[in-house]
């Protein structure tokens, strides 16, 4: 079986949480594509959702699709986010940001009374931190705010480049209309100490560690699919 595959079977599975009538999350990347695909079908079907999608890449396909959307300040309240993401520990500790939609992301999990992670069985680890850490800033006092990560990192002793991203040449730029740092500082064991010292830097709008986000995560393997709570 192939990743794609995989992520597929994960986004099958999920689907099995999503009822009639449901204010869903919908999140972004190769992983929640494959969920937005299987849950058109359904919605074809007859399946009545609204989806508040967490990029303007996912909000288009959702369209494309036929998909129902509403904004988050239509529905600031939701049932379930279905998302993927780029590294999980057993403890549901997430990394998310690889498609450089984590502020989105966060907000409408945060909104949502539960959260599904779909991904296959390469994202998982033991401890996150082998994923570069993406980390959304503000444009204005890059320099600054790039220094201030290290030293805050260097203070937790985690140590590494921090790169601002960039594809083809340009930098990244997010929904937001902010700019993307990955942080290779490798292993994380204090997540959660990390999350406060990052959110103390006034440059940086959000980062990508979900800690205590996520309800459940479905991983594919080809074995089959399992449930992490
Ligand atoms: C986007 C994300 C994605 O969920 C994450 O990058 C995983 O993507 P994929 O399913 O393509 O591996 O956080 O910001």
Redesign the pocket.
Known sequence: MDQRQL?IEAARAALGHVENGMRLGI???????EFVRLLAERVADGLDVIGVP??ERTASLCKELGVRLATLDELPELDLTI????ELDAELTL????????LR?KIVAAASTKMIV??DKS?VVETVGRFPL?IEVNPFGLAATRLAVEKAAAKLGLEGEVTLREKDGETVVTDGQHFILDASFGRIPDSRALSEALHAIPGVVEH?LFINMATLAIIAAPEGVQTMT
């Open positions: 992520k999140g972004t990347g190769s992983t929640a594509e967490t990029s998302d993927g993401a780029d990394i998310k940001g690889g498609g450089a939609a984590l992301e779909i991904a994202k993406p990508g």
